[in-house]
């Protein structure tokens, strides 16, 4: 998993394909900074499963969304005719990863690139979820079932894992059941066949070069059989998704057979998630984060990733905990995250957070691990009730925002229809200057507001 995280192309995943043509694919990180507003999760989520009525259509053979150079109709063409060429082009380099010749030669015999993949890349879909409605989806009561169970079943695996790398178990089974549905939905893509494609057409060539190389790797040395190796249009394999690029640096083979078989030994697919994790900066002993209430009048500008302070210092500007429970350290530094706004409920994020947001970027994808985890242990649902009223703004409402603030001097970047870290801080000083809460949460009515009515 994991390196989805560098690039954004990670899978979000259990049942992600219908976020497929709800979710924009966003870049990394570009939601991520600021965390208010409704939620455009990264392009991994339309990454991560296959979708399955459309999977079997071609490619509309239509020029890209994003008026990339290289995603044009007849840039894609031009790069699909190359296609055996481009791929000859990278043994080279296979030879210096020591993937022998013979095994270059046969993984790659059939292969062609899958332009439907295209489409995926550069869907800008007009329609968006709120997060509340993607964290209903995600932490359901059978979802949580299921993951209790599972926790059961494979309870001496948990109890090793967890000793060997002091990652929280629940979080583990969090993002198991987050990313596949544990293991349900797996995406029925050959990732070989994805990467290539990447690698030799449209956007994200150099990244997607370095993927499919790895999935070389993978089936070179044997850790995974071909048949395994399937998955998201991106990339992404296993119960919890592992980017090729990720496999190499955290798969690990937790029950000794000789190979890192994270698709279906759940030791070894446990334990590698683990090794992500503590390779992240996962922290033994310590959770992600506290739902806390937020006082009247409070100065939202200080919720901000940036700004960390420890719990003592955010209970002296009267944050505290819900249902009047103590935090547990007071030396702890956290910051305040308000993904709905003023009207929504408030998080305390220690470095754990951080942690889960390196294994994907969004903020909606972290609170969702964060709470399922919590759920898994027993807590109870949120306290605090989302602003189940607020309709998220479309696509053209979104473009409009960024070009009203553009027009008033609070925006300086190009209106892309992504509510990411500028969009956000312009957002939150109009509403400063507006006397209104400044928690940059992109609501209806401060569009309405911005409009001038
Ligand atoms: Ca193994």
Partial sequence: MKSRITAGWRAIGAGAWMFAAT?????????????????????????????????????TGEDGASGHPLMTAAAIREAAENFDQCIAGMWPEAAR???????????????????????????????????WDYLDLLVSDARIQKGREILETHRRTFDAVEKTY????YVI???????SKYSALIGDRDVLRSTATLACVGRRQA?????????????????????????????????????????????????????????SSVPDLVASTANNLKKDGWRAGQTWGYEVEVPAGFNYMQANRARQLTIAQWQGLGIRRVGGRDFPRQSDTAYLLAPAGARGPAFLM???????????????????????????RGSGPLVQAWPRHERVLSRTERLELQQILATRGYYQGEPDGRLGGKTVEALRHFQSAA????????????????RGR
């Fill in 23 to 59: 979710l924009a694919a966003t870049p990394a990180g570009a939601q991520s900074s600021a965390g208010a507003g409704p939620i455009i999760l990264p392009g991994s989520i339309t990454g991560s499963i296959s979708p399955p009525a459309s999977s079997a259509k071609s490619w």
């Fill in 97 to 131: 990863r020591r993937i022998s010749r013979e095994s270059f030669a046969r993984f790659t015999a059939d292969l062609s690139p899958d332009l439907r993949i295209m489409d995926f890349m550069d869907a800008q879909p007009e329609f968006t979820k709120a997060i």
């Fill in 166 to 169: 002091g990652v929280d178990r």
């Fill in 173 to 179: 089974a969090a993002i198991w059941g987050i990313e």
């Fill in 207 to 263: 990244y997607f070069r370095d993927e499919f190389l790895s999935a070389l790797e993978i089936l070179h040395r044997g850790d995974l059989r071909p048949d395994q190796l399937r998955g998201s249009w991106a990339g992404a394999f296993g119960p919890t998704q592992f980017m090729p690029t990720s496999f190499k640096r955290f798969a690990v083979d937790f029950d000794g057979d000789g190979r890192r078989d994270v698709v």
């Fill in 350 to 376: 220690l470095p754990n957070f951080r942690a889960i947001l390196r294994y994907n970027p969004a903020d909606a994808y972290a609170l969702a691990i964060g709470h399922f985890a919590d759920r898994l």
């Fill in 435 to 450: 006397g209104l809460p400044a928690d940059g949460f992109a609501s209806a009515s401060v569009l309405e507001r911005l």
